[in-house]
């Protein structure tokens, strides 16, 4: 006789859909984590903003729903977010991953998000939020610098931390050097915060003085 599910074996997979303008490599880190069986998620959409994005290609040749919206036929930046959101709402999503996508949503277009959405940004924020996180950091004489999943917010790069690597800052370091380090940790932990909000062992709801994760080597499942 079998023994009966625990609630976490019956849980059903977390549905994610996936903002991306670039190469999709976050994208990619997702879906190669959830056929592999290392992370709890179906990943039901792929937006863009990039027609041609690398993201996009590669959702379609693995089978997984692909939109490309173009900013350019929208009158403003609110009607374009707003049919953004649209788009995503279509496929019914628990948590939105942007995942590379390199426009700045308006208020509305946060507002009218249909589900939590989460970011990868890297620096350890509240650490420089923003572009040319590496440069500033060599710059202010850091001696350790990583990555942060935070919730997004109307706030630039200010919604609440989930979840964060530590990397070195090496005597040396120039920013692209600096870069490669921190992105060998970002798959892994955009993929290991993921999973906790699969699991529930993050929770989106809870108050904004939630703890935030310290994820070292040994929780990254590094490759």
Known sequence: MNAPSSPESARPPLRVAVLASGRGSNLQALHRAQTEGRLPIA????????????ALAYARTHGLPAEALRPSEFESREHFDRALMRAAAAVRPDLIVCAGYMRILSKDGIRAAPCPMINIHPSLLPKFPGLHTHARALAAGETEHGASVHVVNEVLDGGRV???????????????????????REHPLLIA??????????RLQDAGTARV???????????
Not at 167 to 183: I, K, N
Not at 213 to 223: G, I, N, R, T, V
């Open 43 to 54: 990943l039901v959409g792929v937006f863009s903003d990039k027609p041609e994005s690398g």
């Open 162 to 184: 989930l979840a964060q690597a530590r990397v070195p800052v090496r005597a040396g370091d120039d920013p692209s050097q600096l870069a490669e380090r921190v992105l060998s």
């Open 193 to 202: 915060t993921v999973r906790a909000i699969a699991d529930g062992r993050i």
């Open 213 to 223: 994760s310290w994820l070292h080597d040994d929780d990254l499942d590094l490759e």
